[in-house]
């Protein structure tokens, strides 16, 4: 990937299906409490990086979720979301409102099936290639800093295009709501609420 301006990836805060281990892809379901506390502490986290909304562009996927998480993270800081449909989390087919158990039942898979290879035969799900081109279309019009809100799947495969890795790669970045992921001069790293720590 060309070089690209400073990114700060942030996924959505928890909701009400992520506590109940439920699929949501392009489904919704609301912000816990929780997940509420998550977006405002990630948008302190913002602040005291020095983002404003004078200083980042903010893009977000259009799904509820994630656009709830931007306005309690960014507009205290002034910011104007601009929905981006490109920033959707992946779609699960079939899967999408069932929960783990009920998936493991219904398509059971191999004992050490990796979370990654899971999605990828979720039937009539989006193909990882089509994911990773939607992505890369993303980060190709960047022109300036920028703060995006998106999903867990998604926001790994455009940290893992834009870190110029490649799909094998991506289970090497770590995950995880309530913490944003900072990109820039080639570094990937996490601020959690001990400051800014390097990822893997």
Do not use: C
Request: proline residues 7%; aromatic residues 6%.
């Amino acid at each position: 990937m060309r070089d690209l301006p400073e990114l700060f990836v942030l996924r959505h805060g928890e909701t009400e299906w992520n506590r109940a281990r439920r699929w949501q892809g392009v489904l919704d379901s609301p912000l816990t409490d929780k997940g509420r506390a998550q977006a405002v502490a990630m948008g302190d986290m913002l602040r005291a990086a020095g983002v404003t909304g004078a200083s980042h562009m903010t893009l977000s996927s259009p799904q509820g979720r994630a656009m709830a998480t931007a306005r309690l993270a960014l507009a205290p800081l002034g910011a104007e979301i601009n929905p981006e449909p490109l920033l959707r989390e992946i779609s699960v087919g079939d899967w999408a409102g069932l929960t783990a158990d009920e998936i493991d039942a219904g398509w059971p898979g191999p004992e050490d099936e990796g979370f990654l290879d899971r999605y990828a035969r979720a039937p009539g799900g989006e193909p990882f290639d089509a994911l990773w081109e939607r992505v890369g279309a993303v980060l190709a019009r960047l022109t300036r800093p920028t703060v995006i809100v998106t999903h867990g799947i998604t926001s790994r495969f455009l940290r893992t295009r834009a870190m110029g890795l490649t799909l094998a790669e991506i289970e090497e970045l770590p995950g995880g709501q309530g913490v944003i992921f900072r990109i820039h001069d080639g570094r990937h790293e996490m601020i959690g609420t001990s400051g800014l720590q390097p990822g893997p």
